[in-house]
Nanobody, 126 residues
Framework: QPQLVESGGGLVEPGGSLRLSCAASGGSLNWYTIGWFRQAPGKEREAISC????????NYADSARGRFTISRDRAKNTVYLQMNNLKSEDTAVYYC???????????????????WGQGTQVTVSS
């Protein structure tokens, strides 16, 4: 089973960009749909985006569509979340998660993702 590790978080000013990475310390991500989620202080975890195992299908939450782009490099066993035009409301801990291809994962339903990383903090502030 994959051990997911997120990286790339940090402090960025409003309007700036960050690229988050999700890698596997053990096992391959290439068999799984990978989703990105985030949780802001005092709020429930929110689905952001996902990409299927083959990379042929993606999905975005309304809050991410048009600003965030998910992609994967199967050779590097890594999934990326490019975040542009960041806003203060994007401040949260961002998690990647793995689940098997299916209607639940492409709909970014949290319950369908069985493997989770520890999260990386993204802070958008001037």
């Amino acid at each position: 089973q994959p051990q997911l590790v997120e990286s790339g978080g940090g402090l960025v000013e409003p309007g700036g960009s960050l690229r988050l990475s999700c890698a596997a310390s053990g096992g391959s991500l290439n068999w799984y749909t990978i989703g990105w989620f985030r949780q802001a202080p005092g709020k429930e975890r929110e689905a952001i985006s996902c990409i299927t195992s083959g990379g042929g299908s993606t999905n975005y939450a309304d809050s991410a569509r048009g600003r965030f782009t998910i992609s994967r490099d199967r050779a590097k066993n890594t999934v990326y979340l490019q975040m542009n035009n960041l806003k203060s409301e994007d401040t949260a801990v961002y998690y990647c998660a793995a689940g098997f291809d299916g209607p639940g994962t492409i709909a970014i339903k949290e319950a369908d993702f069985g493997y989770w990383g520890q999260g990386t903090q993204v802070t958008v502030s001037s």
